[in-house]
């Protein structure tokens, strides 16, 4: 609309701009350089595709399709997190594709339906990237919230079996486990939000004043993407913590191998 | 109050004892002792539930302990663990962990006698409160004790209760558990230190 297209030969030129870290990364032997070239390579590729397919979805516009992305997504999002957790995938698979599918449903649609009140709350101008956000924003809150919480669990087992020898219900006595989570995953977006729109002007905002959205409609979609992400994010966890703990644990309430790397 | 029947603990096919029985009445202490390794503190847990019988019984009261029962059997019970180290900045805050359980709320907290018992223990009342990084091992074991006796639990199970202790405050913690008994709890321990075993009413040797 009124975005100001990029060519491929522009675009080119502004990849040059990575020579700069690119230049620190390999003067100060960080080992990083490697990894990063590999990033962005995968970066530019994944982005052409998703380009590609978006481009599909919103011209087939298909609520079924649409619907079916947003499953594959999840599946995606739950076999990354299993990956950057190490958590056994019979204990955390499960727990964390309802957790997400749920928290994604409920937030994502109270968000398009009673908010915006779209005729059409399957449109995939709306449904994808919104769903997309909020699959993003959980998945790495899920991956730092459930770190810290299994690895409390077993870096402070005296704490946890002194709560339950004492007389503390399962629950109790897995919650400062699950405040940790909370605090850790949190705090960077709660931080976010109370600096959003002073120290740094949020990628939603900017991406619709690029579009050519007005600052006022602008802001109003920032304000409720904070809040539908956060809601999502926070749901999300209580579900996957709630349903992996039944797992997590024996009759006795004592913690079980939970993770892959424990089995050596 | 506690009765343990046959009782075996294998890890594998590496038996830590079997065949061990013991009863423990109302107003009695008994203390375990016996070499490294044998398996004090796995009959400890293995009454708290963390560990399991590969043979035998345990029964708290009238109480057989399984997966259904665990939770009633540990409501009667106020647990100290070998060398207790909490994450927690404040002595005030470990003190109060166990009263803000929903089993606990009927035994409202008191400092004043916290500091009783600090004072029967040889504590001063300043430690509540002080830096958890600021008190000795032996401070924190002792406090603990308060805290367990504070709980007015019919059973009371302390592992090495004395080991960061001189003899002076084994003598108080020793006193402080018979006066424990005397009100009605039945008190089990695990110890090497053999002043301490023999002043409890039962001394079994694993």
Redesign the interface.
Known sequence: MGTIDITYFDLGIGLLLLAIPFFYLWKFKTGLLKATIIGTARMIVQLFLIGMYLKYLFLWDNPWINFLWVVIMVFVAGQTALVRTQIKRKILFIPITVGFLTSVIIVGLYFMGVVLKLDNIFSAQYFIPIFGILMGNMLSSNVIALNTYYSGLKR?Q??Y?????????RQ?AQAPFIREAIIKAFSPLIANIAVMGLVALPGTMIGQILGGSSPNIAIKYQMMIMVITFTASMLSLMITISLASRKSFD????LLEVTNESKK | MLYINNACIAFGNEVLFSEFSMQLNKGESACITGQSGCGKSSLLNAVMGFVPLSKGTIRVGTTLLDKLTIDTIRHQIAWIPQELALPYEWVKDIIEIPFALKANRGTSFSKEQLFMHFDELGLESDLYQKRVNEISGGQRQRIMIAVAAMLEKPLIIVDEPTSALDAGSTDKVSMFFRRQTEKGAAILAVSHDMDFAKSCNQLIKL
């Open positions: 402070e005296q704490l079996r002194y709560m339950l020898g004492n007389g503390a219900t109790e009759s006795y309430g004592k």
